[in-house]
């Protein structure tokens, strides 16, 4: 059984417009939640993070969205440029006392941004 | 050097080999883990070592052996794979084990098992 799932496999936009990608949990034991990037043929790059502590968290043209009632985070990616296409991940951590730095990972979304 | 890097990038072999992948952290972090990622499915943990010592092993079979013979320094020694085995293996590290800690990866290994 899948704990964080990506249920849309592929997005495309225009260059310039709002890409939003989501993601869904079931644990409510998460409480860390990160975005990371992979291009083909290589490993998967960190991007952006929020802490259950939080609703919203901005890095430049990144901004992470979570809502915990519904077990949803997104991730936008504003203004989008070509070169943000690739395949991107959501994960998740949180066992409580655990710790063990466990990452859960969803099946990924692949973004096309049309020039 | 970059942050996480692995070798090879590419292994092909046989059922009976045995042989090692490696991995090797510059960013001075104390974690390092193994994932595995077949077609179609998501990342999956093999292995979480933290300081050289083994904190998870996620249920992976024993022709999976890892070893971390200091914090920078992370293998898996692989004998009698399987074809399913096939996937492509991503070492990454972070500062430590606790939550909140962004995991850095490497470019993987693209393993092929005849």
């Known amino acids: 059984d899948q704990q964080v799932k990506q249920n849309s496999p592929s997005l495309s936009v225009q260059e310039g417009r709002i890409s939003i990608l989501n993601c869904d949990y079931t644990?409510?034991?998460?409480?860390?939640f990160l975005w990371y990037k992979k291009y083909p043929a290589e490993g998967p790059t960190f991007l952006i993070s929020i802490s259950s502590i939080k609703d919203k968290n901005e890095d430049g043209r990144f901004t992470v969205f979570l809502n915990k009632s519904a077990k949803h985070l997104s991730l936008h990616i504003v203004p989008s440029q070509p070169g943000d296409s690739a395949v991107y991940f959501c994960a998740a951590s949180g066992y409580g006392s655990s710790n063990t730095g466990k990452l859960i990972f969803g099946q990924g979304t692949t973004l096309q941004v049309k020039p | 050097e970059t942050g996480v890097t692995q070798t090879p990038r590419h292994l092909v072999m046989g059922m009976t080999n045995k042989k090692s992948l490696k991995c090797e952290q510059h960013l001075g972090h104390n974690a390092m883990y193994w994932y595995k990622q077949s077609a179609k499915k998501p990342l999956e943990l093999m292995f979480v070592?933290?300081?050289?010592?083994?904190?998870e092993n996620n249920s992976v079979p024993s022709r999976f052996s890892p070893e971390c013979p200091n914090s920078s320094h992370l293998f898996l020694h692989l004998h009698t794979l399987q074809p399913e085995d096939s996937a492509l293996y991503l070492c990454?590290?972070?500062?430590?084990?606790?939550?909140?800690?962004?995991?850095?990866f490497g470019d993987g290994t693209r393993l092929s098992i005849l």
């Open positions: 644990n409510s034991m998460f409480d860390y």
């Open positions: 990454a590290s972070s500062q430590d084990v606790r939550n909140n800690q962004p995991q850095h």
């Open positions: 070592y933290s300081l050289e010592e083994r904190v």
